[in-house]
C-alpha cells in the first residue's frame, strides 16, 4: 500500500504565505509525477501545480508566480510554497502522486487533504 500524508494547511491572512508538505510512503519504486489540487466549496477540484520526477513544473494560471511546487526524490516528498495568498485559495488542498509499485504498475495516490483559509 502506499500512503500521503500532508501538512502545512492552516488559517492566515490575505498576503501572508504558507508551505505544504506531502509525504509518501509504503511500498514504492518510484514515483513519477507530483501534483497539488484543490477544491473550494460547491467547486470541482482543480489543478494547482504539478512536478516531474525530472523537476519540469506546471501551474494553474491563478497560481503563477504566486505559489511554487518543489519535490525532494529522496525523501518522496512534495512542497508547496503558497505567497501572497488571496481570499479565493482558501480550500481544501490534495495531493497526489503517480506512484510505480512492484508488479502492480503505476496507480495514482491522493491525501487526505488539508485546509488552507485566508481570510481578508
Known amino acids: 500500500q502506499v500512503q500521503l500524508v500532508e501538512s502545512g494547511g492552516g488559517l492566515v491572512q490575505a498576503g501572508e504565505t504558507l508551505r505544504l508538505s506531502c509525504a509518501a510512503s509504503?511500498?514504492?519504486?518510484?514515483?513519477?509525477?507530483m501534483g497539488w489540487y484543490r477544491q473550494a466549496p460547491g467547486k470541482k477540484r482543480e489543478l494547482v501545480a504539478s512536478?516531474?520526477?525530472?523537476?519540469?513544473?506546471n501551474y494553474a494560471q491563478s497560481v503563477e508566480g504566486r505559489f511554487t511546487i518543489s519535490r525532494d526524490n529522496a525523501k518522496n516528498t512534495v512542497y508547496l510554497q503558497m505567497n501572497n495568498l488571496k481570499p479565493e485559495d482558501t480550500a481544501v488542498y490534495y495531493c497526489?502522486?503517480?506512484?510505480?509499485?512492484?508488479?502492480?504498475?503505476?496507480?495514482?495516490?491522493w491525501g487526505q487533504g488539508t485546509q488552507v483559509t485566508v481570510s481578508s
Open positions: 497526489n502522486a503517480a506512484v510505480l509499485r512492484k508488479l502492480v504498475g503505476v496507480n495514482n495516490y
Open positions: 509504503g511500498s514504492i519504486l518510484s514515483i513519477n509525477t
Open positions: 512536478i516531474t520526477s525530472g523537476g519540469s513544473t
